[in-house]
């Protein structure tokens, strides 16, 4: 059982948006004397703290672990939805994945071009991704908020909503600021070079693509 001491809602929602895939049962104290008591109980195995949590109450809360001889991870969600555990920024399977088991990481195609979509897919599959997809950018907006994938592969010229507005809105919903954006665009221009770094595109690549490298750069973002 993963206990996650924190008690703003927006960093409780974004805790469980990365662990529903997980199977894992992750409960949320409702004040410090809460968290100690599910701590003494001794089903806690991993303990996630807000980056805001008083460090009189960490403390507490780890001194009652040693106290009980066991060893249980620890490490604190930073406010971009990073996790830090000994000053090292880490991956959330490393984290929260059950001892011996990684999640799979979830990759989400917004692509009209049943061809590439289609290639996407069926590479990213094999190389041992989770793969959904969307057709448009108003399905692909509502997919991000709905599956919270590790990556979104985005194309640009996507119709109902225009690549580059979906880019703009997933930087503006909370939480979703560091969310790994791979944009596509059919032109190697400049000046989709320069749309894409203002709405906020971690990474940019032109078609025809090579799918090998579309995966390297898939893995290096979900690395960070």
């Not at 927006?10 to 409960?27: G, Q």
Request: hydrophobic content about 45%; overall charge negative; some cysteine.
């Amino acid at each position: 059982m993963i206990l996650c001491v924190t008690y703003d809602p927006e960093m409780e929602k974004l805790v469980r948006s990365y662990v529903s895939n997980m199977n894992r049962t992750i409960v949320f104290p409702h004040s410090y004397q809460h968290a100690l008591d599910l701590v003494n109980k001794g089903e806690i195995n991993r303990i996630i703290f807000d980056f805001r949590s008083e460090p009189e109450e960490c403390g507490a809360i780890l001194r009652m672990v040693s106290v009980m001889d066991k060893h249980i991870p620890y490490a604190y969600l930073m406010p971009e939805g990073t996790v830090l555990q000994d000053g090292n920024k880490i991956l959330w399977e490393s984290f929260f994945a059950p001892d011996g088991q990684t999640r799979k990481r979830h990759v989400l195609i917004i692509e009209d071009d049943e061809d590439i979509r289609d290639i996407l897919t069926a590479n990213l599959l094999i190389e041992g991704f989770v793969v959904d997809v969307a057709c448009d950018g108003e399905m692909g907006l509502h997919m991000v908020l709905e599956k919270a994938p590790d990556v979104v592969i985005l194309d640009i010229g996507l119709p109902k909503l225009a690549g580059t507005e979906v880019c703009k809105r997933i930087r503006e919903t909370p939480g979703l600021a560091q969310l790994p954006i791979l944009m596509l665009t059919a032109k190697a221009t400049d000046v989709d070079k320069v749309v894409g770094k203002v709405v906020g595109a971690s990474m940019y690549m032109t078609k025809p693509f090579d799918i090998e490298l579309v995966v390297t750069n898939i893995r290096n973002l979900i690395q960070g």
